[in-house]
T-cell receptor
Framework: DAGVTQSPTHLIKTRGQQVTLRCSPK?????VSWYQQALGQGPQFIFQ???????QRGNFPDRFSGHQFPNYSSELNVNALLLGDSALYLC???????????????FGPGTRLTVL | GNSVTQMEGPVTLSEEAFLTINCTYT??????LFWYVQYPGEGLQLLLK?????DKGSNKGFEATYRKETTSFHLEKGSVQVSDSAVYFC?????????????FGSGTRLSIRP
């Protein structure tokens, strides 16, 4: 049973460019959350997707957007990249069936984004 | 708003030493509390959790007790190993469902000397 997977592993972009990160949730999970982890910091909640809609959002600008597909996989898009967007982007999955009433989230290995 | 404060690192100990990493929280309602661990080059792994006051979470020799009166969730281990070297994050969720977002502390880096 595959856990949460993310692609790509590493990415290098320049300021002003756009980037798309991808996440496949753990089998059976229907909820995907995205977090940004700056170097030396704890992860910060970006947003969460459920039933192909954004269910809740953290304190991030509109440059950060997402999407969830019918198979529950998800994308995180960041437009007009800034140097400060350099971070590890983590995807977490949860919910679905008997796990809908548990608050445990399972994290993927992350995508390391570097903005030059 | 809700927040988590944990002791700053890095923490360096010798193998077989006793470990305590302090964590306190601020929250309305009844949050669930967690410790996550991040090994070098890897994503976050759930280490243990507690969902109500006086619950004790435990895993791999680590323990933490949910103390509502002191709003704390300190992580302890009686005898650390070199393989425990990692970054540890205290965290809480603001609800009890898969819809809950996680609020993390800033992390404590732990290094164990052989």
């Amino acid at each position: 049973d595959a856990g949460v997977t993310q692609s790509p592993t590493h990415l290098i972009k320049t300021r002003g460019q756009q980037v798309t990160l991808r996440c496949s949730p753990k089998s059976g999970h229907d909820t995907v959350s995205w977090y940004q982890q700056a170097l030396g910091q704890g992860p910060q909640f970006i947003f969460q997707y459920y039933e192909e809609e954004e269910r809740q959002r953290g304190n991030f600008p509109d440059r950060f957007s997402g999407h969830q597909f019918p198979n529950y996989s998800s994308e995180l898009n960041v437009n007009a990249l800034l140097l400060g967007d350099s971070a590890l982007y983590l995807c977490a999955s949860s919910g679905g069936g008997s796990e809908s009433y548990t608050d445990t989230q399972y994290f993927g290995p992350g995508t390391r984004l570097t903005v030059l | 708003g809700n927040s988590v404060t944990q002791m700053e690192g890095p923490v360096t100990l010798s193998e077989e030493a006793f470990l305590t990493i302090n964590c306190t929280y601020t929250a309305t309602g009844y949050p669930s509390l967690f410790w996550y661990v991040q090994y070098p080059g890897e994503g976050l792994q759930l280490l243990l959790k507690a969902t109500k006051a006086d619950d004790k979470g435990s895993n791999k020799g680590f323990e933490a007790t949910y103390r509502k009166e002191t709003t704390s969730f300190h992580l302890e281990k009686g005898s650390v190993q070199v393989s425990d070297s990692a970054v540890y994050f205290c965290a809480l969720t603001e609800g009890y469902s898969s819809a809950s977002k996680i609020i993390f502390g800033s992390g404590t880096r732990l290094s164990i000397r052989p």
